[in-house]
T-cell receptor, first 111, second 116 residues
């Protein structure tokens, strides 16, 4: 079993819709949670970073962490065609320098 | 502020050869991490360098080695290339205090390595 599970998609939604992307994890030591966006043939771009349970909002993006369920989500409001990319969740814990990534969800926003 | 840069962009090597990939960290950052991303997969942690020393390593064999220089730039060296080494190699820079906590890491565009 992988430490981090993420549905690879692909996920297609119409422009303007709310998108929900999710990851589950098995390692209860994870304390840092990040979401990255990766366009085709580019490096990942950090979108959101949080280390506490609850919601964190940044513009159209909301990151949600539920440590009791080992479940994290990224919500995108008013989705735009420019949001079409692969979204990667990543996690880490204190005293361990590596990030553990999900496989990524490929998202397409249809105009 | 200058972002993370990597060179070369693309590289084609033959099985058994050696390769060196380079990374310049973002201004103000002192730590560099290297990741391997196979097609359709998430990045896998190779190792991290802090103050010119390896500060953690993932599940990769010793033929994967690295260096960090006083200006915080870094190199990834891979010896005895295998076909499975074909991947996107990503460098990420961050500022850390050396305790190993995975602070926000900012990625470069990557080097796409093809081994034939």
């Amino acid at each position: 079993q992988k430490e981090v599970e993420q549905d690879p998609g692909p996920l297609s939604v119409p422009e303007g819709a709310i998108v929900s992307l999710n990851c589950t994890y098995s390692n209860s030591a994870f304390q840092y949670f990040m979401w990255y966006r990766q366009y085709s043939r580019k490096g990942p771009e950090l979108l959101m970073y949080t280390y506490s349970s609850g919601n964190k909002e940044d513009g159209r993006f909301t990151a949600q962490v539920d440590k009791s369920s080992k479940y994290i989500s990224l919500f995108i409001r008013d989705s735009q065609p420019s949001d079409s990319a692969t979204y990667l969740c990543a996690m880490g814990n204190f005293g361990n320098e590596k990030l553990t990534f999900g496989t990524g969800t490929r998202l397409t926003i249809i105009p | 502020e200058t972002g993370v840069t990597q060179s070369p962009t693309h590289l084609i090597k033959t099985r058994g050869q050696q390769v060196t990939l380079r990374c310049s960290s973002q201004s103000g950052h002192n730590t560099v991490s290297w990741y391997q991303q196979a097609l359709g997969q998430g990045p896998q942690f190779i190792f991290q360098y802090y103050r010119e020393e390896e500060n953690g390593r993932g599940n990769f064999p010793p033929r994967f080695s690295g260096l960090q220089f006083p200006n915080y730039s870094s190199e990834l060296n891979v010896n005895a290339l295998e076909l499975d080494d074909s991947a996107l190699y990503l460098c990420a820079s961050s500022w850390t205090d050396g305790t190993g906590d995975p602070y926000e890491q900012y990625f470069g565009p990557g080097t796409r390595l093809t081994v034939t």
